[in-house]
């Protein structure tokens, strides 16, 4: 197969295990990657009927199709566990390096099941995984446990997928954090805690195989050169926060967990103001020629 290696690594840590699932062409054509995949590799693996914070909750990582090629915002992977706030299947994308140094490590997507009794981090190197003490790294916000991970194993490219103090305490909007970015939606920092799990991370160093590189390339080149045209354009100077005040004329901004569709303070924080008072740079995802992020 090109784009994929075939592969999900398993990861127990009840049992300090490991193994390698393969999965056929056939399924790849179905689930492809990020979100579908991720939550088909929760529904193939949960224990039927287990509560979100319990070791028969898996944590399913799955890269996006695209990660570690040079197609722009090809940098993503999806997450999937069950919901501790809903009780249901809940997936979050997140964009980052993590998913390019997981694809480049040689893993389509992760499984991880049952929980450690105690704190611990696992580090996935290309095909090695080790299981690593956590302790010195709770309390710690994301950040710095990213840092941390790195000052430890010596290495500035090791990427990693972390939890802060909320995850810690599994407070059930906890989220998962990466290079600045996160998997934010559905409380997956809680389910991560309830396993005692403070990070994962990876190290990557093998290449992505696609089947026409240089169809690939100009598909590529043509992405990046439309999306430097005008139609992102409010994007990349404002950001995403571009369309409060159109959402808010229309009655459409979510207001107060959506009770209301109008916010009285709209024009403090709309894009307009935000980068008339208050820019400082401007940040872009992994892969991605757009940069919308604009820090204040």
């Known amino acids: 197969m090109y784009g994929y290696s075939g592969k999900i690594l398993h990861i127990d840590l009840t049992t300090r295990k490991t193994w390698v699932e393969s999965k056929p062409e056939e399924w790849y054509k179905i689930y492809i990657g990020g979100v579908s995949m991720a939550?088909?590799?929760?529904?193939e693996n949960i224990e039927v009927g287990c509560?979100?914070?319990s070791p028969g909750n898996p944590i399913c990582i799955a890269n996006g199709i695209f990660a570690g090629t040079p197609v722009p915002v090809g940098g993503k992977y999806g997450l999937a566990s069950k919901s501790p706030l809903t009780g249901f299947i809940g997936d979050s994308l997140c964009g980052s390096w993590f998913t390019i140094a997981l694809k480049r490590a040689g893993w389509d997507g992760i499984v991880i099941h049952g929980a450690s009794d105690?704190?611990?981090?696992?580090?996935v190197d290309d095909d090695r995984v080790e299981f690593?003490?956590?302790s010195q790294l709770l309390g710690l916000g994301t950040y710095e446990t990213e840092e941390?991970?790195?000052?430890?194993?010596?290495d500035d490219q090791v990427r990693s997928a972390t939890i802060g103090p909320a995850g810690e305490k599994l407070v059930?909007?906890?989220?998962?954090t990466n290079d600045g970015r996160q998997a934010g939606r559905t409380g997956h920092g809680a389910v991560w805690g309830s396993k005692k799990l403070k990070a994962v991370s990876v190290r990557g160093t093998h290449g992505v195989t696609?089947?026409?590189p240089d169809a690939l390339l100009k598909l590529s080149f043509d992405i990046v050169e439309a999306a430097q045209g005008p139609h992102t354009q409010k994007y990349r100077v404002l950001g995403t926060v571009a369309n409060v005040l159109n959402m808010n004329r229309l009655g459409l901004l979510p207001t107060r967990n959506y009770q209301d569709g109008v916010f009285e303070y709209a024009e403090l924080v709309s894009g307009e103001y935000l980068h008339d008072h208050y820019n400082v740079k401007t940040i872009a995802c992994a892969q991605c020629p757009i940069a919308c992020e604009q820090m204040s």
């Not at 105690?118 to 580090?123: D, I």
């Not at 059930?172 to 998962?176: C, L, S, Y």
């Open 132 to 134: 690593r003490d956590a």
């Open 51 to 53: 509560d979100p914070l």
């Open 210 to 212: 696609v089947a026409d």
């Open 118 to 123: 105690e704190w611990v981090y696992v580090f």
């Open 39 to 43: 939550s088909r590799l929760c529904w």
């Open 172 to 176: 059930r909007i906890a989220n998962v």
């Open 148 to 154: 941390a991970i790195r000052e430890e194993l010596g």
